[in-house]
């Protein structure tokens, strides 16, 4: 199977990155207990199979570990990134400050220079978040950042930044068929800034898939992960659970069509998508493997304009999402 199948690279920055990441915030927890030998063997398979892109973060458990782990093991001297991530707690950010955390990554991961590091700020009111991407950025200029990034901020935020000075290669949020937040004001200043969007959440931590399709609509006791729980309550704000079975039903009869599975044409969809750098596939290692399907997203030429018009259809009988990317995250008055 070529590479150019599975994940064909694409500008980010100074990189160039595969267009489908595989993500390791599943092993923060509340998706099962992994087993950390084994993941780091699955690691390696992805990558033998081209997925050569990690996305990590500094509070996603041994995230950082595994992926020095999986350097020291991996089979050959192709090179693979791992996107990490600067989520600190509120407080001063200092120099001194912010280069500990990166010198921390530094050394679980096991490398000289982290590919992308990308900052996450909890409180906008607390504006010393400018002060910590000047240091990510200082630590760019000195070499041990390649791209400093964002994740999980807004539109306004991201133009504060990018005015204060401080240049950003892309945007890490949530983007999906029914959550449209990115649409309505980031991807046109993206475009405009050229700043990508490195999209998660796409398949709706598993709704959307074969697993799903025709099921009836599960009850509290079964959404057994936090994705499911998180993602069922973004279902909910969109539409019913019928609605949704309508959405499955149409993108079931685009994968037939193109001899995929509903997850490649959902994954698919953003992934085509004006700015997207990358879409983030989440992996729960050691407990399933979905290296296969993956693999068949890029195996046929794309979603004609008959078949995004099919899916938009059902989409536009919901309720878009309100607000603007990350707004979850934080308490927002506008």
Same mark, same amino acid.
């Given at each position: 199977? +070529?590479?150019?199948?599975?994940?064909?690279?694409?500008?980010?920055?100074?990189?160039?990155? /595969?267009?489908?990441?595989?993500?390791?915030?599943?092993?923060?927890? !509340?998706?099962?207990?992994?087993?950390? &030998?084994?993941?780091?063997?699955?690691?390696?398979?992805? +990558?033998?199979?081209?997925?050569?892109?990690?996305?990590?973060?500094?509070?996603?458990?041994?995230?950082?570990?595994?992926? !020095?782990?999986?350097?020291?093991?991996?089979?050959?001297?192709?090179?693979?990134?791992?996107?990490?991530?600067?989520?600190?707690?509120?407080?001063?950010?200092?120099?001194?400050?912010?280069?500990?955390?990166?010198?921390?990554?530094?050394?679980?991961?096991?490398?000289?220079?982290?590919?992308?590091?990308?900052?996450?700020?909890?409180?906008?009111?607390?504006?010393?978040?400018?002060?910590?991407?000047?240091?990510?950025? &200082?630590?760019?200029?000195?070499?041990?950042?390649?791209?400093?990034?964002?994740?999980?901020?807004?539109?306004?935020?991201?133009?504060?930044?990018?005015?204060?000075?401080? /240049?950003?290669?892309?945007?890490?949020?949530?983007?999906?068929?029914?959550? %449209?937040? /990115? &649409?309505?004001?980031?991807? /046109?200043?993206?475009?405009?800034?050229?700043?990508?969007?490195?999209?998660?959440? %796409?398949?709706?931590?598993?709704?959307?898939?074969?697993?799903?399709?025709?099921?009836?609509?599960?009850?509290?006791?079964?959404?057994?992960?936090?994705?499911? +729980?998180?993602?069922?309550?973004?279902?909910?704000?969109?539409?019913?659970?019928?609605?949704?079975?309508?959405?499955?039903?149409?993108?079931?009869?685009?994968?037939?069509?193109?001899?995929?599975?509903?997850?490649?044409?959902?994954?698919?969809?953003?992934?085509?998508?004006?700015?997207?750098? %990358?879409?983030?596939?989440?992996?729960?290692?050691?407990?399933? &493997?979905?290296?296969?399907?993956?693999?068949? %997203?890029?195996?046929?030429?794309?979603?004609?304009?008959?078949?995004?018009?099919?899916?938009? +259809?059902?989409?536009?009988?919901?309720?878009?999402?309100?607000?603007?990317?990350?707004?979850?995250?934080?308490?927002?008055?506008?």
């Amino acid at each position: 199977m +070529a590479e150019s199948s599975i994940a064909t690279r694409r500008p980010v920055g100074s990189l160039q990155v /595969p267009a489908i990441t595989i993500g390791l915030w599943q092993v923060a927890g !509340g998706h099962g207990k992994i087993d950390l &030998e084994r993941a780091v063997q699955e690691m390696k398979l992805y +990558a033998d199979a081209g997925f050569q892109s990690f996305d990590l973060a500094d509070i996603y458990g041994p995230s950082e570990d595994l992926y !020095g782990r999986f350097l020291k093991q991996k089979n050959d001297a192709s090179h693979a990134y791992g996107f990490t991530k600067f989520v600190p707690r509120p407080g001063p950010m200092p120099r001194n400050v912010v280069e500990a955390s990166i010198n921390r990554s530094l050394q679980k991961m096991g490398v000289s220079v982290l590919d992308m590091v990308q900052f996450h700020w909890w409180d906008y009111e607390d504006e010393r978040y400018l002060d910590a991407v000047k240091a990510l950025t &200082e630590l760019k200029r000195e070499g041990k950042i390649l791209e400093v990034a964002l994740t999980n901020f807004d539109t306004f935020h991201m133009n504060r930044i990018l005015s204060s000075g401080c /240049p950003v290669a892309s945007n890490q949020v949530a983007y999906s068929i029914i959550d %449209t937040r /990115p &649409e309505k004001k980031m991807v /046109p200043w993206c475009l405009q800034n050229n700043v990508k969007l490195l999209a998660y959440g %796409t398949l709706l931590g598993g709704f959307i898939s074969e697993k799903y399709f025709g099921k009836h609509e599960p009850k509290r006791v079964e959404l057994n992960t936090s994705s499911l +729980a998180k993602y069922k309550y973004v279902i909910d704000q969109w539409g019913d659970w019928n609605l949704f079975q309508e959405l499955l039903l149409v993108l079931k009869r685009l994968a037939e069509k193109y001899g995929v599975s509903i997850s490649n044409i959902a994954v698919r969809y953003i992934a085509d998508k004006p700015a997207v750098g %990358t879409v983030i596939i989440g992996a729960r290692l050691s407990i399933a &493997e979905h290296i296969a399907d993956n693999s068949r %997203t890029f195996s046929f030429p794309g979603l004609d304009a008959d078949d995004v018009s099919l899916i938009q +259809a059902v989409v536009h009988k919901g309720r878009p999402l309100v607000g603007d990317c990350g707004d979850e995250y934080r308490s927002i008055r506008r």
